[in-house]
């Protein structure tokens, strides 16, 4: 199966094409994620049938850690309309592909795609090759199991030479800034209030990294601080309810049949895109 994060995809294609996201008007986003899903298909096409995965909006990793991508909050909160508005977008596209593509379309409330994708990965490597087509390097940890890899739509190169058991254990001490995930020395305040995170040193993730990391973190607020980045980076720690949900949605989303496409492509003057309508 081939794997689609669709958010990174989406936004990877706007900011791709322009760093003001003004300039993101409807048809743009709809004609470059089009684009997109036609190549990844072809490209990776031995893998099987696509996926699109989508974030819910919602995340229980927030009920955790209320911190959880609050840097990113108050970025988007600069402009809030502009990003208000990309969001009802993407909405509006997601739903056109579910009603006209013959893609399952996944969305499952409180999980994010990260979710979606771990649960998906695990539960199948080993009947099916699965490649995941994201940037985010928390997948990397997913690389445990056979025949998953991993390709970067923005570096347009597959994603892999690192131990993604060592990786992750690693992964944990450091935290992880663009999700307000501070190290494991560091508050659960640090990026949200602006503050610098404490060094973390390559010696002492040398030294903690590991199977015994919690017996060998020398004191309480550094063993509750990495049980704090366990449960927010460790795509194992998604809620047992989640994982129920995920295979429902997997097993229920419906895949569309082509006989809609050519009346879409025409209905949203796809033009440059109609001499390719068999790739989809």
């Known amino acids: 199966m081939i794997l689609l994060d669709m958010s990174q995809v989406i936004l990877g294609n706007i900011f791709g094409y322009s760093k003001d996201i003004a300039q993101a008007d409807e048809n ?26 989508f974030d819910s909006g ?22 809030k309309e502009l990003w208000r508005n990309l969001w009802n ?21 409180r999980a994010e795609a990260d979710d979606i994708i771990a649960y998906l990965a695990k539960k199948y490597h080993q009947t099916e090759d699965i ?5 985010d390097k928390d997948f ?24 993604p058991t060592e990786y992750l254990y690693q992964h944990i001490l450091k ?17 949200v209030d602006g503050l610098r995170q404490r ?16 017996q060998v973190l020398p004191n309480d607020e550094l063993k ?25 949605t997997y097993q229920d989303a419906p895949e569309g049949d082509r006989s809609k496409l050519l009346n879409y492509f025409i209905k949203n003057r796809l033009n440059d895109l109609m001499e390719n309508i068999g790739d989809f």
């Open 140 to 163: 990397q940890q997913l690389q445990r199991y056979e025949n998953v890899k991993q390709y970067s739509p923005i570096t347009k190169k597959f994603i892999n030479g690192e131990d």
């Open 224 to 248: 509750r601080n990495y049980q704090r980045n366990k449960k927010l980076i460790d795509l194992q720690e998604t809620p047992k309810e989640l994982h129920l949900e995920c295979i429902r």
């Open 199 to 214: 060094p973390l040193s390559k010696k002492k993730i040398s030294e903690w990294a590991g199977p015994l990391c919690e």
């Open 131 to 135: 490649m995941i087509v994201s940037s």
């Open 28 to 53: 743009l986003i709809r004609h470059l994620t089009l684009n997109s899903i036609r190549m990844y298909k072809n490209k990776f096409k031995k893998y099987g049938n696509v996926i699109l995965v």
């Open 175 to 191: 935290g992880d800034s663009s999700d307000g995930v501070p190290n494991v020395l560091s508050p659960d305040n640090t990026f």
């Open 89 to 109: 977008i993407v909405s509006t596209v997601r739903d056109e592909l579910e009603d006209n593509f013959p893609y399952k379309v996944m969305r499952v409330g």
């Open 58 to 79: 919602d995340y229980w990793r927030k009920e955790k850690f209320p911190q959880y991508k609050g840097t990113r909050r108050l970025k988007q909160d600069e402009k």
